[in-house]
């Protein structure tokens, strides 16, 4: 399966911004999904993940309550919701399919198909 993010861009803290995630290839009903980002400088770390059906989500704490993960599978697209920013969300930002579960932290090493990546820059 191809992943292809897009929706990054340049936005003030405490703005919102929405990514997308665009699947061809395969039907991504079949995988868990993850948004994944990397700051410069750091290694890449879980941002969110959502199950099959869209039921159940989970997220890391540094974006809970201000990050909504969702999917549109007849559109075979998962988004992140981004909103009240902040300069430490800045990174590129990664779609991901193939997670073990929905419910806890998804680890890189689990990921079976990587987006290229869409950069969010937070201006403070």
């Avoid at 803290?13 to 929405?18: D, E, F, N, T």
Wanted: a positive charge; hydrophobic letters at 35%; proline letters at 2%.
């Amino acid at each position: 399966v191809q992943l292809q993010a897009f929706g990054g861009g340049l936005v003030q803290a405490g703005g919102s911004l929405r990514l997308s995630c665009a699947a061809s290839g395969r039907t991504l009903s079949v995988y868990v999904m993850a948004w994944f980002r990397q700051a410069p400088g750091k290694e890449r770390e879980f941002v969110s993940t959502i199950s099959r059906s869209g039921g159940s989500t989970h997220y890391a704490d540094s974006v809970k309550g201000r990050f909504t993960i969702s999917r549109d599978n007849a559109k075979n697209t998962v988004y992140l919701q981004m909103n009240k920013v902040k300069p430490e969300d800045t990174a590129v930002y990664y779609c991901a399919a193939g997670c073990d579960y929905s419910d806890r932290v998804c680890l890189a090493v689990q990921v079976d198909y990587w987006g290229q990546g869409t950069l969010v820059t937070v201006s403070s």
